[in-house]
């Protein structure tokens, strides 16, 4: 007779989950680096130690973070609204040229004081835009919002491919970028933070959006959870019927879920462009919006857990390299085995080991395994949600 489910403790589900299926993606990873012939315990501590064992490595890593959590947020907007919203990489890349509009014509006008709230507003727009066509798709006509989004990233790419090599390529020019932005049209370093420390930055992007992205992740808690609109997403990401039968508009929570979901994606643009490479080229997202989606599974789709999760997947991004450049064996190639794993336990296998801490939770104490209906609203509150 099978155990019936029940509703783990939020520490148990937003805590020790997660953790026990990162140990085990850690493990199997490890084993696939003993197929090639290499000691998984160093590579281990090679990986950590260029991540976070230098000003250096630290600063990438948070840099990398900061896209990680853009993406993260858009995608868990979306799920809270019931819907998986996969075009976080189009609404991204084309919120690229919210940027190019605001840097390519200010910034040889104003301080980046100024243009950053104005890149923030256009990007955020971009991306909003962008995800309102399969919104309203799925709002009006029922169209599977997969299938949509997904599909909005292969024209998204293009649309780029035609604005940055037959528009805004300066003349003369053979890479498909636009000009570099003045120094104003560039973002300051917060690599002094970590100097601050001890710890010594030659030169990484790191930058003030990592600041904008914590505070997005902040109001997204607000949103989701202190907002009347945020429980109108909840409820209809949790029940459709229920939420109609309350009154809640089906259409409003679509479009309006998915617009924010897209600002979000778009505000990604700011990081590699403005802060990093000081134009805007082709593909500057690198597939970021895909790991956004594995980043808001295993934060659970809330802020705090992205956030992690981010500073996870930039750990992974910055000791990764670090490890392929120490072990030549273990190539770029085999990091991106890795993270194929932590995405897979902590997506598609997130389920695996819940029944075994439901039965352990349970042997340890009445009430440990499952909650109350009181229990459950209790430790909603506490956790946000």
């Given at each position: 007779?099978?155990?019936?489910?029940?509703?783990?403790?939020?520490?148990?589900?937003?805590?020790?989950?997660?953790?026990?299926?990162?140990?085990?993606?850690?493990?199997?990873?490890?084993?696939?680096?003993?197929?090639?012939?290499?000691?998984?315990?160093?590579?281990?501590?090679?990986?950590?130690?260029?991540?976070?064992?230098?000003?250096?490595?630290?600063?990438?890593?948070?840099?990398?973070?900061?896209?990680?959590?853009?993406?993260?947020?858009?995608?868990?907007?979306?799920?809270?609204?019931?819907?998986?919203?996969?075009?976080?990489?189009?609404?991204?890349?084309?919120?690229?040229?919210?940027?190019?509009?605001?840097?390519?014509?200010?910034?040889?006008?104003?301080?980046?004081?100024?243009?950053?709230?104005?890149?923030?507003?256009?990007?955020?727009?971009?991306?909003?835009?962008?995800?309102?066509?399969?919104?309203?798709?799925?709002?009006?006509?029922?169209?599977?919002?997969?299938?949509?989004?997904?599909?909005?990233?292969?024209?998204?790419?293009?649309?780029?491919?035609?604005?940055?090599?037959?528009?805004?390529?300066?003349?003369?020019?053979?890479?498909?970028?636009?000009?570099?932005?003045?120094e104003s049209g560039q973002l300051p370093r917060l690599n002094w933070l970590i100097e601050l420390f001890g710890s010594k930055v030659r030169s990484a992007p790191f930058n003030i959006s990592f600041?904008?992205?914590?505070?997005?992740?902040?109001?997204?808690?607000?949103?989701?959870?202190?907002?009347?609109?945020?429980?109108?997403?909840?409820t209809y990401g949790f029940s459709p019927k229920a939420a109609l039968y309350a009154g809640i508009s089906e259409t409003r929570v679509i479009i309006l879920g998915m617009m924010i979901s897209g600002?979000?994606?778009?505000?990604?643009?700011?990081?590699?462009?403005?802060?990093?490479?000081?134009?805007?080229?082709?593909?500057?997202?690198?597939?970021?919006?895909?790991?956004?989606?594995?980043?808001?599974?295993?934060?659970?789709?809330?802020?705090?857990?992205?956030?992690?999760?981010?500073?996870?997947?930039?750990?992974?991004?910055?000791?990764?390299?670090?490890?392929?450049?120490e072990k030549p064996a273990i190539s770029r190639d085999m990091i991106v085995i890795i993270q194929g794993l932590v995405i897979l336990f902590a997506g598609a296998l997130e389920h695996m080991l819940?029944?075994?801490?439901?039965?352990?939770?349970?042997?340890?104490?009445?009430?440990?395994?499952?909650?109350?209906?009181?229990?459950?609203?209790?430790?909603?509150?506490?956790?946000?949600?």
């Amino acid at each position: 007779m099978t155990t019936p489910y029940t509703k783990l403790p939020a520490w148990a589900n937003y805590g020790l989950i997660p953790l026990l299926n990162l140990l085990v993606a850690f493990a199997v990873a490890g084993l696939v680096v003993l197929l090639v012939g290499e000691n998984p315990i160093d590579a281990a501590v090679i990986l950590v130690k260029g991540a976070f064992g230098r000003g250096q490595g630290i600063a990438f890593t948070l840099y990398y973070a900061t896209t990680f959590i853009f993406t993260g947020l858009s995608v868990a907007v979306a799920v809270h609204c019931g819907l998986f919203n996969i075009g976080t990489e189009g609404q991204a890349y084309i919120a690229g040229l919210g940027v190019a509009l605001v840097a390519l014509n200010l910034d040889g006008l104003a301080p980046w004081y100024v243009l950053f709230p104005l890149a923030i507003i256009a990007c955020a727009a971009l991306g909003a835009l962008w995800a309102l066509g399969p919104a309203y798709l799925r709002a009006k006509r029922g169209s599977h919002i997969v299938i949509t989004t997904i599909m909005s990233n292969f024209i998204a790419a293009s649309v780029m491919v035609y604005m940055l090599v037959d528009v805004l390529k300066p003349a003369g020019s053979q890479a498909p970028q636009t000009r570099n932005f003045l120094e104003s049209g560039q973002l300051p370093r917060l690599n002094w933070l970590i100097e601050l420390f001890g710890s010594k930055v030659r030169s990484a992007p790191f930058n003030i959006s990592f600041i904008l992205a914590l505070f997005m992740a902040w109001a997204v808690w607000v949103l989701i959870w202190r907002t009347r609109f945020g429980y109108e997403m909840r409820t209809y990401g949790f029940s459709p019927k229920a939420a109609l039968y309350a009154g809640i508009s089906e259409t409003r929570v679509i479009i309006l879920g998915m617009m924010i979901s897209g600002a979000l994606a778009g505000m990604t643009a700011l990081n590699p462009t403005m802060g990093d490479q000081h134009n805007v080229a082709l593909d500057f997202v690198s597939g970021a919006g895909f790991v956004g989606i594995a980043v808001a599974l295993m934060g659970r789709s809330h802020p705090v857990g992205i956030v992690l999760a981010a500073i996870l997947f930039g750990m992974l991004y910055q000791g990764g390299a670090e490890l392929a450049f120490e072990k030549p064996a273990i190539s770029r190639d085999m990091i991106v085995i890795i993270q194929g794993l932590v995405i897979l336990f902590a997506g598609a296998l997130e389920h695996m080991l819940r029944p075994q801490v439901q039965a352990l939770l349970a042997k340890l104490g009445p009430g440990r395994g499952a909650q109350t209906p009181a229990g459950r609203a209790s430790a909603s509150a506490e956790n946000g949600g």
